[in-house]
């Protein structure tokens, strides 16, 4: 990831370059091409088919009335900036690449390319983001059979669930004296890969895991999501373990976060604190943060985006169930940050809970930042914040803070996400029509199945 090493240097003991995109379904999809080939790569673009814009989570496609069918090309062009040796992959590099069409100019179904356009959108106001996302995971044993450390799962892809490791109390040292070897693994990996990690800990599930990062610009955070689980997997695999980032992995059971921290900029400053808003936002951080209030019922269809987010996105799981916002509260899908006080300059931020890791984190972090900069160009204001758990309030409590559910299923969330303007605008027909497309054909592919049935559909996939 520095940029320090020329490519040449970073691909030195690279003998295969992994390139790798997000679909409208999360699923990150991936071409390689032998090193020798990365010059060729950044200059043409790797061929690729459009379809997987209209691809679901169980790689069946549908069809969007502008992105759809077997018929077009599309050009794979890594970002050399970010190409990375994969540590926990010996001989393998990575890039996240940006899709073009075959004349070279941006391809409207680009996610990465929309990030980007968002933050553009916010520079031309003098404003810049400072974003991460939190990775939370389920390490297990295959299910099919334990297997030898360095070999591969029996069953990588297979959908029943893992046998737990890592079995202590939440939060706890056991897990961390069980994990150890893995954790440090892990903690190793990233460190090569450039990959400033802020902490690790055990989560509250058994086998569950958290991991947060450092914050960088949006398009890096979202590549960073990315190379992380790709990193996590892997380091796994070397430990004979399977990796779990779905919205629910156990039934019944906390499940796996996404949550995004988001800092809003004007120069050096950092605007989520020091002011006289509510938490000591300014004025426009809190425009900024109400934008997101607003906006969340649409922004679930983007930020919990498959069939099985509903299952994990309930009250008092710490998923943010509710449409409110709340200083350090984290019951509210919009938990203000003030962090400590001699770290509130820099790290000051909002975070969004209700978003897992089924998003495309491209898609999520553009999204997230139009909402937001819609907000400060309306001059928007917050309500008054909310402390402990909404779901404790009375329907009368909850009707007299303005508190509401946020969306229920994918239907409701689509539902939202059908009749907002500002989506559609911010993503644009071609790709706000493909994501509507891929959303309603996972409501109809799980129609008719059980809850274990979309939860281990959706295991093992992003
Ligand atoms: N696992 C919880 C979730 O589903 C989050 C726990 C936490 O606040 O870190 O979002
Ligand atoms: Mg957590």
Not at 132 to 145: K, L, N, P, S, Y
Request: charged content about 20%; some cysteine.
């Amino acid at each position: 990831m520095t940029t320090v090493m020329t490519t040449a240097q970073r691909l030195a003991a690279a003998d295969a370059l992994a390139l790798t995109w997000v679909d409208n379904a999360g699923i990150t999809r991936v071409k390689v091409v032998p090193a020798a080939r990365v010059d060729a790569a950044a200059r043409h673009g790797v061929g690729m088919s459009p379809v997987f814009d209209v691809f679901l989570l169980d790689d069946s496609a549908t069809s969007s009335p502008y992105i759809g069918g077997p018929t077009g090309d599309l050009r794979l062009v890594p970002d050399l900036e970010m190409l990375t040796p994969l540590a926990a992959q010996p001989g393998w590099a990575w890039a996240p690449a940006d899709r073009r069409a075959q004349d070279g100019t941006p391809y409207p179904g680009c996610q990465r390319t929309y990030a980007r356009r968002m933050v553009d959108r916010a520079a031309a106001r003098g404003l810049r983001l400072r974003a991460g996302i939190e990775i939370e995971w389920f390490v297990g044993r295959d299910a099919a059979g334990a297997v030898a450390v360095g070999e591969p799962a029996a069953d990588p892809g297979g959908a029943a669930a893992p046998v737990p490791v890592g079995v202590g109390p939440a939060y706890g040292m056991a897990r961390v004296v069980e994990l150890s070897d893995y954790l440090r693994e892990l903690l190793r990996a990233l460190a090569a890969q450039g990959v400033e990690v802020l902490q690790l800990h055990p989560e509250y599930s058994v086998g569950q895991l958290e991991l947060s990062t450092a914050p960088t610009d949006p398009v890096t955070a979202a590549d960073l999501s990315v190379l992380i689980r790709a990193t996590i997997r892997a380091v796994g695999a070397r430990y004979g373990l399977v990796t779990s980032f779905a919205p629910v992995v156990y039934g019944a059971d906390v499940g796996n976060g996404g949550h995004v921290h988001l800092s809003l900029w004007r120069e050096e400053r950092n605007l989520c604190q020091g002011g006289q808003g509510p938490g000591g936002m300014t004025a426009e951080a809190e425009h900024f943060v109400a934008g997101l209030l607003r906006a969340l019922p649409e922004l679930c269809a983007i930020g919990a985006p498959s069939v099985a987010s509903y299952l994990r996105l309930v009250p008092s799981h710490w998923a943010g169930a509710y449409q409110c916002w709340g200083l350090e509260n984290r019951e509210a899908a919009l938990r203000f940050v003030s962090g400590a006080v001699d770290e509130r300059a820099e790290l000051a931020n909002v975070e969004v809970k209700c978003a897992d890791l089924t998003a495309n984190p491209y898609l999520l972090l553009g999204a997230l930042i139009a909402a937001g900069l819609a907000g400060v160009d309306a001059g928007a204001t917050l309500p008054p914040q909310v402390t402990g758990d909404p779901a404790l309030l009375d329907d009368a409590g909850r009707e007299a803070s303005g508190v509401r559910r946020l969306p229920r299923s994918l239907a409701d969330a689509v539902a939202a996400l059908e009749k907002s303007a500002l989506l559609r605008e911010a993503l644009g027909d071609p790709m706000f029509e493909a994501v509507l497309a891929v959303r309603r054909a996972e409501i109809e592919l799980f129609a008719n199945a059980t809850t274990e049935q979309v939860v281990a559909a959706t295991r093992f996939r992003h």
